[in-house]
């Protein structure tokens, strides 16, 4: 069974960088064919994508985040991670990471989610 848990700070200064990570149990993230992705779900509106890294390590990401995202792998600890640099209030949300496959593309698997707030 394939699990997947968030970690990060649960509050984050306006123009700071947020840091998660979601650790994946269960399964490895350098597996053929799996992709691991990041949404978010600010409050009040709907589940927003954001990015995706693959099992080769390649990302993707929402194009109106370009400038500002980042996601990278720790293959050793089997976590992958998001940054989110110059952060406003308008970023919190609820985070969630999970398991993607392709074609076409569903996400199988995903974390229980964790708040984030930016505020001063």
């Known amino acids: 069974q394939v699990q997947l848990q968030e970690s990060g700070p649960g509050l984050v200064k306006p123009s700071q960088t947020l840091s998660l990570t979601c650790t994946v149990s269960?399964?490895?993230?350098?597996?053929?064919?799996?992709?691991w992705s990041w949404f978010r779900q600010p409050p009040g509106k709907g589940l927003e994508w954001m990015g995706t890294?693959?099992?080769?390590?390649?990302?993707a990401y929402r194009s109106s985040l370009r400038s500002r995202i980042s996601m990278s792998r720790d293959t050793s600890n089997n976590q992958f991670t998001l940054q989110l640099s110059s952060v406003t209030p308008e970023d919190t949300a609820v985070y969630y990471c999970?398991?993607?496959?392709?074609?076409?593309?569903?996400?199988?698997?995903w974390g229980q989610g964790t708040q984030v707030t930016v505020s001063s």
């Open positions: 999970a398991r993607e496959l392709q074609v076409p593309v569903r996400y199988d698997y």
């Open positions: 269960g399964g490895s993230i350098t597996t053929t064919g799996y992709y």
């Open positions: 890294i693959g099992y080769s390590g390649s990302t």
